[in-house]
């Protein structure tokens, strides 16, 4: 039993990986009370900038430097338009994924059918040695084990830190945030930049470790996935862990029991993460989530005008 | 006087400001100076501009034009954040706070000198410590959302407290500040100003304004008026400088015998939002002609039993009748044609709805109705004219008809919400703290509205945190606490304010005097 639960969990954290980076940078973004929801075109390009640049200069680390870049750089487009013009952020949010998606498909054309060597596997001294867990959780890449330290900075930085604290009351309350003198658009700023490049490298993860190698619409609606992960987990960085876990291993098994023949038709299995989503929204709305440390940013899609009354 | 100035050099000097809103001035080139170890009064009616002018002092809103300096330097904030630098504080007349956060976490907001590491501990014990100094009791731990109004005021206060500001503006601290809560709030502002603080003090309350300032200045039509000094002025004259004519502080009450019984509840049973018991077998009945008053501290049910008679709370037990018609869970919409109307005390969340314009909020109660509306269209050529008339016959101060009324002063809001409610004949109001911000003459104009209407045959009940309103207007008086009836006074002006304050705490009124409803 454990020789095919091992290899299945191991794989799930592999699949879910991506996922969580995406998760994670949203969370930051929406912390600040903008919504991207621009997050399957971000992945994209950073697929196809985390892979062409690792396949022009040999260097995983370059690649993934490069998707976080242009990551931030493509949702300045985004915070401009929302936080500067107050413009509605799903249509914007929308307008990125499709740019997105269109620019690295066009881009990425001739880079189809190449590979790279990517990113390397290495199993974490002590920790790798544990019996299952090690093999489970220690023994990927390098980029896996920064998602574990990302999930819990992010738990820190929110629930420890006076600058998480400035940046929960940002996306809570701009109105008071900003009558204590912090800057709100400079806040949302930052952070929808910073979210936007987390989420790229997320895509990044798939070309540079994942895959290895550049295909059209490689993402395939993960950054849906993520965007629903975010409710999923309640703006929580550990729960967006689990969550993305959860998907990695659905479609991990799915893999393994398409392999193994099973009658259950393959659609059945990919629906599967979707109803879960759904399930999880309903028990949430039906519980208050109001006051929590974690919980829906109040002014979530809404621009900041100091001058209007409430 | 004892106004004493340290320096003949002012503070704050404020010249010419002017501020417009979509072409309404609200601030009309408004000159105001403030010197430390003052405590200066801002006084004007509602919509007069003070608000406005303070959130300039305050970096909030940015002046079309005129002067600002601070301590003798020449100041043009471009955001709150350079009037804190200046060392301007400002408890916001809605409070500035975090619903979802903690208190402790709200006090420290945007604080700089807060380690990025927040040592928790060393924080709270301190908000623990600043609380009981200035006898403002606060649990640090509570979610702002849990806490009341009234809690709400005490931390917004010292969260300012917390903040050492050499200006502090209190814009309508007192609102909802209970009696005993006032004293030590003044105690307070008192001392920062033997400290040599500025303290500019916005109120409705003339008589708070008489005790704690020493200069006052005031505002019309977003213009000042005048500065005068508070001992070489009286009530009566300032009140008159608000309004601009004479103003009668008195409220003559016709007698009438109550008609027939309107609107009768046996055995009232309602549940609060956390659940609890918050109304326990309560019976009233109001009768034609006649005006219920309700008194009690805030918190004793007061809210749930008026959103039960409205047909807003389902009741767990107990029933509703009007004349014959039995209302017992009835839709909100059965008690609105039956005649029952509602002014309840949170004007931006049950009462008007923000982000729509004075014509659409005007017919939140009759959109259904021939002739505002016929199918599924609505005439919006009679709904123009139907706001019009409310506007003009309860003075609301608006910029437009077509402003959402969020940017309406807080007695504006409240005199359109009146409008509303009273532009056909009602059977029975319930009204909650119907003057609650309202200037000297809307306070008048509405207790003369309320008035009128008993006269015409309407029964209404009245909840009022102010003794002294319910005191002058109810035919009888019932005490509430912990969502029972200690009693209802038949010959309410008879009795005395302490007896009243017994039964407020928890006495039941002995059996001689207390008459059944
Ligand atoms: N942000 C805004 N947008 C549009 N109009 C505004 C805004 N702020 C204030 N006003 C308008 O300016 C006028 C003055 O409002 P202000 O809040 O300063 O009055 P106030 O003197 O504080 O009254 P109150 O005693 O009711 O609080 C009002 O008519 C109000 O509608
Ligand atoms: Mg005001």
Known sequence: MLDILVPILSAAVRSGTPILYATLGEILT?????????????????????????????????GILAAFIVGALLTTVHAFLCITMGANQVVSGLALTMIGTGASSLLGRS????????????????????????????????????????????????????????????????????????????????????????????????????????????TAG??????????????????????????GGVEASQLRLQAAGTTIPTPLLLMLPYVLTIIVLVIISVRKGKGLLFGAPASLGQPFYREERE | MNVRMSSDRPLVKMQSIVKSFSGFKANDSISFELFSGEVHALLGENGAGKTTLMNILSG??????????????EQDFSSPRDAIHAGIGMVHQHFMLVPSQTVWENMILGLSEVPQFLPKKKIQSRIREISEHYGLSVDPHARIWQLSIGEQQRVAILKMLFRDAGVLILDEPTAVLTPQETVKLFLTVRQMKSEGKGIIFISHKLDEVMDLSDRVTVLRKGKNVGTVKTGEVTKEKLAEMMVGTKVSFSVSKQKLSPGRPLLSAEKMKVINDRGLCAVNDISLEIKENEILGIAGIAGNGQTELCEALVGLRNLKSGSIRLGNKILTKASPKTF??????????????TGLIPNMDVNENSILKRYWQVPVSRGITINWKIVFEFAKTIVEKFHV????????????????????MLGRELSDTPAVIVAVHPTWGLDVAATNFVRKVLLKERERGAGILLVSEDLDELLSLSDRLAVIHKGQFMGILNEPSGVSAESIGMMMAGTKLDPENEVCA
């Open chain 1, 111 to 218: 880079y189809i059918g190449e590979t790279i060597d990517g990113l390397e596997k290495f199993t974490v001294p002590i920790l790798g040695r544990i019996p299952f867990l090690g093999d489970i959780l220690f023994s990927h890449d390098a980029m896996v084990y920064i998602s574990y330290i990302l999930v819990f900075l992010l738990w820190w930085f929110f629930s420890m830190t006076r600058e998480g604290l400035n940046l929960r009351a940002i996306g809570d309350s701009p109105r008071t945030a900003d009558s204590v003198g912090l800057n709100v658009k400079r806040v949302r700023y930052i952070y929808t930049l910073i979210g936007g490049g987390i989420v790229a490298v997320g895509g990044a993860y798939m070309s540079v470790a994942y895959t290895k190698m550049w295909g059209d619409l490689m």
């Open chain 2, 336 to 349: 609105i044609s039956a005649g029952i109307r509602y002014i309840p005390a949170d004007r931006k969340g």
């Open chain 1, 222 to 247: 993960r950054g849906w996935i993520a965007v629903a992960l975010v409710i999923f987990a309640i703006w929580h960085p550990l729960r967006a862990a689990f969550g993305a876990y959860l998907f």
């Open chain 2, 397 to 416: 101060d608006t910029p437009s008809m077509l402003t959402p009324v969020r940017n309406l002063s807080g007695g504006n809001l409240q005199k359109l």
């Open chain 1, 30 to 62: 929406e912390k600040s009370g903008v919504m991207n929801l621009g997050l399957e075109g971000l992945m994209l390009m950073g697929a196809f900038t985390g892979f062409s640049v690792t396949f022009s200069t040999g260097s995983p680390w370059l």
């Open chain 2, 60 to 73: 909030l809103y940015i002046p079309d034009g005129g002067n600002l300096s601070v301590n003798d330097i």
